[in-house]
């Protein structure tokens, strides 16, 4: 079963969102679990914040201790057997955890906020990445992932962004996650976008963008599995 590892070491890229958001849309035809490699243990939470108002969970929310590389590799290889998809939710440092989650990967995400500073550390992030895939002697198939982006129209600095990682052809998912406030809100009550008190409209339109990232993420996957 498809293992995705949210990877970036630099903390506030939006990791934990985009494996929120990717485990809601998943959880509605398949079995998902998160396991949460964060310090910040924000997606236990959100879990607890859930369960505190008796709502059901919707996938499996497992904690993993983010400094103990070896107990990280069971816990992944134990959630892979029984669920269809298992994302993984690093902390922002490049640790012994983050190889070893690596070398489990079938596909590795690392979100970005659309800012030149961002794709310069997004340059360690797949460096990592490559050098695991040399350590574990496989490709660890990756792509970046634009973060909190306008949700209005395409920033002039997030096309010029697209435009420098397609020339340096580093690949993108064809998706960004944009900034809604829901995808802040979510957190704050344990809710699924679904399940929140907005208006038709902000709902709709964050759910639409919600579910078109997820299929774009499991599209490309499939294209990978397909080769």
């Known amino acids: 079963?498809?293992?995705?590892?949210?990877?970036?070491?630099?903390g506030g890229t939006g990791k934990t969102t985009s494996a929120l958001l990717l485990a809601q849309a998943l959880s509605k035809h398949s079995?998902?679990?998160?396991?949460?490699?964060?310090?910040?243990?924000?997606?236990?939470?959100?879990?607890?914040n859930r369960k505190s108002l008796d709502r059901p969970m919707p996938f499996a929310v497992l904690s993993a201790p983010a400094d103990d590389a070896e107990k990280v590799m069971d816990i992944i290889i134990e959630a892979e057997d029984g669920h269809d998809y298992v994302i993984v939710d690093l902390e922002g440092v490049?640790?012994?955890?983050?190889?070893?989650?690596?070398?489990?990967?079938?596909?590795?995400l690392v979100p970005i906020k659309p800012s030149s500073m961002e794709i310069s550390l997004a340059g360690v992030a797949v460096q990592?990445?490559?050098?695991?895939s040399k350590v574990f002697q496989r490709e660890i198939p990756?792509?970046?992932?634009?973060?909190?982006?306008?949700?209005?129209?395409?920033?002039?600095?997030e096309r010029e962004l697209r435009s420098q990682l397609d020339e340096a052809g580093v690949p993108m998912v064809p998706v960004t996650i944009m900034q809604r406030e829901?995808?802040?809100?979510?957190?704050?009550?344990?809710e699924m976008i679904e399940e929140m008190d907005l208006n038709d409209t902000p709902r709709t339109k964050a759910l639409d963008n919600r579910d078109a990232y997820a299929d774009?993420?499991?599209?490309?996957i499939q294209q990978i599995e397909g080769k």
């Open 1 to 10: 079963m498809p293992v995705i590892v949210m990877m970036n070491p630099k």
């Open 31 to 48: 079995q998902v679990a998160i396991v949460d490699c964060d310090r910040n243990e924000n997606i236990l939470r959100w879990q607890d």
């Open 94 to 108: 490049k640790t012994q955890t983050a190889t070893f989650a690596l070398g489990r990967a079938h596909f590795v």
């Open 128 to 132: 990592h990445i490559k050098g695991t």
């Open 142 to 157: 990756f792509a970046i992932l634009l973060n909190r982006t306008n949700a209005a129209f395409a920033t002039h600095r």
């Open 182 to 190: 829901a995808y802040a809100n979510m957190f704050e009550d344990g």
């Open 216 to 220: 774009a993420v499991i599209a490309m």
